[in-house]
């Protein structure tokens, strides 16, 4: 009985031991390390390539080319010189046509113009006055306003004391006919119809008085 006794008291001990001993290592073990912090992830953006010089212009649309002045001094295309004048025949300013199939046999300067146009401002008293002085030669001076009321071009008309014929062209469609596609331009014909000269506006006497002797062969013309 007594040895029964001393081999349960020893198992005791022997639990108690290994309790004690597993708390002391509990005590004094390290703090397990934290979970590592995850690390956020980070969006990379690539630079969004920028057109080169080259691309843009091949892109960029083409303007459109005007014909100069000095185009019709060599006779360009541009200016028809060279071809028969396309038909003309428009309102005229206080009643009645212009047809330039009735000016035929006579020398005739056509010019579109617009009363906004500084250049139009300039131009009409020096067309007056060829139109007055070489009227006895048979010249004709024609002015065709585009895409503005009669009231308008009458009005600008009487403040220049323009004492040539005004013409309406209300929609645009003859300057269109004669590629008169920046104003002012000019046309000079001769007494067969054919365009003998044309310039855009801004050209001065000078160029006039030759442009007019294109079309009055013998005349000396002077501003």
């Not at 500084?118 to 024609?142: H, T, W």
């Amino acid at each position: 009985m007594r040895g029964a006794l001393a081999i349960l008291a020893g198992l005791v001990l022997g639990v108690v031991a290994a309790g004690l001993l597993l708390a002391g290592l509990v005590a004094f073990a390290p703090d397990p390390a934290p979970p590592p912090t995850p690390v956020p992830s980070v969006a990379v953006v690539l630079p969004t390539a920028t057109p080169t010089a080259a691309a843009s212009a091949s892109a960029a649309p083409i303007a459109s080319t005007s014909p100069s002045a000095s185009a019709g001094a060599s006779g360009a295309a541009s200016f028809h010189v060279g071809e028969k004048a396309p038909a003309l025949s428009v309102p005229q300013v206080g009643g009645g046509t212009i047809d330039l199939a009735n000016l035929k046999g006579q020398p005739v300067w056509v010019n579109f113009m617009a009363t906004w146009c500084p250049a139009c401002q300039d131009e009409f008293p020096l067309m007056n006055s060829y139109a007055n002085r070489y009227a006895a030669n048979g010249l004709v001076v024609i002015a065709v306003d585009v895409r503005e009321d009669e009231g308008t071009v009458a009005t600008f008309a009487e403040s220049l004391h323009a004492t040539f014929p005004l013409g309406l062209d209300a929609d645009g469609s003859a300057a269109k006919a004669w590629d008169a596609l920046t104003l002012p331009v000019h046309f000079w014909i001769d007494k067969d119809g054919i365009i003998r000269d044309g310039a855009l506006g801004g050209i001065g006497a000078d160029y006039m008085n030759k442009a007019l002797e294109k079309i009055m062969p013998g005349v000396h013309v002077t501003s």
